[in-house]
């Protein structure tokens, strides 16, 4: 039977505005213990609302959420203890160092200190040579990965990230991507919103399709590209006249097969070198996904 | 572990770093001196009118204290608490912990105190300029009362920053309440409820301690305590019902 950590059920939220915008529309979402779940979705979909209601911050007009047993509705601390929260800006103070930063924010975390684990943390953070220093004197993506580096290095067992990536450079990317794909032995779950969809493909064990306000898909990435996603053939091969490869990617539609490509390059006098077939990207997949469906 | 033990120490940790970041910036040289510059320079020009007309530079001192003491908690923390409920992703962060709201207030007053030690220099200044008179039990008594009264004016500038995206302006406003100090009676019973810190000027302005301004004015500071931290958690409900300053 699974076990879910987060649950979320028909949630709406309407902010009181002139005129009134309606963020969330019957938002329903659902991730287990030890999951790495991506939501994905235009801007204005309500991925931001859904992580501060779950966060506790905002209240929603109507419907149930649950993060363990408890609802950050009714018992905001209660999950707060559950949770780290990882926003898309660098939100350590850049007048301070690293460590202490790290002892503020084990503070408020009401947490005990750690420094053994923290330094583990900065180490492979590649942080550590730097962590004396005033974090005014980092790069943007440096500051990022601090406040990643901080919140795993917490025991909560929950980690909420708002766009990760934003802001690294592809080093970073990387690196960010690696140590969260090492926390998946560690049991954490971790829910995150991101508009990099190669970060999404690598790390989410599943992703969750948002559009006005509600959640339209929820799969793992594969079987969404396989599901909507259209076939294609990246050919490449050389004719005898020319010295360049040529490169060609056709669609796998009713009328393709491999057989009458291969004839078409023999009657060139064509030497093959490459016939594969993939799948569309996932930024593709869901672009088209959002256009057909007009979100 | 205890709300108010973990606003504490945390708030002991902000004020610290922030102290530390403070004396690190003042290698780059006298720049450190320009902190207390704002609130002087509203003290030297009131100081200079106050003496083309011939009046009593002396009587100038304590509303000035009374200013940094509480007006400026009030106004330099609806600016940040303003600046921070805007910006919701850090606003977000710091909102979802245990002590969740007073997070932000040990922050806060993590902020005034630093600023306070700042505008330390600009007391010591005009202390020097104006060597005012002072009564050891009534000065005592007057600047226990306004220490107390430092937590309601941290709340209230939340509570303002978090609520009325009108708040940079008051604060700018706020910043100017010297002006209004320096006006008000200090010997109204009432007023010394309504504003503790006239009892407080009442006290400093008086040789033999009197009870009466201090009882009446430690009645409206626990009265403020109260009413100031109503006044928070109604803002707090508005912001997390999403009427706050971040509205769309």
Redesign the interface.
Known sequence: MKQYIIKANDLQ?T???KPP?KALQGFSLSVEHGEIVGILGPNGAGK?TF??IL?????PDAGEITVGDASPIAS??KV??Q?R?????P?L?S??TLW?NA??WF????EAWAPGKVKDLLIRFRLIERADE?LSRYSRGMQQRAGLALALASTAPVIIM?EPTLGLDVLGVQETLDILENTKDQGRTILFASHDMHFVEKLADRVALVAKGRVLETSTAYDFRKKYGQEYVTLRYKLPAQNEIISEQLPVDASYSDERTWNRITKMGGTLIELRRDLQSLDMVVGHYLQQNAY | MSTLKTTVISSSFYFYYSLLAIVRQAQYGIQILVMPLLALSVFMAVYAATRMMGGNVKDLFYPFLVYNLINFPLGAVTQISFGTFTNTSYSSVLLATPTSINTLLGRFLGDSWTSLIGNLFGILVAAIIVKPTFHGPTGVAGIFLLLLLIVPSIQLGMAIGMKFIFAHQLSQFILLGFFVILVLPTNVPWLWIALPFTASLHLFANASLSLAPFLYGFIGVILWWIVAKAILLRAYNHYRSGKGVDRR
Do not use: C, H, M
């Open positions: 939220k902010y009181p505005t915008v931001t992580i501060r966060l506790g911050i905002l209240l905001p601390k707060a203890r949770i929260f990882v926003p898309e800006l939100f103070n007048n301070w202490q002892r503020y503070s408020v975390w009401e005033p708002d």
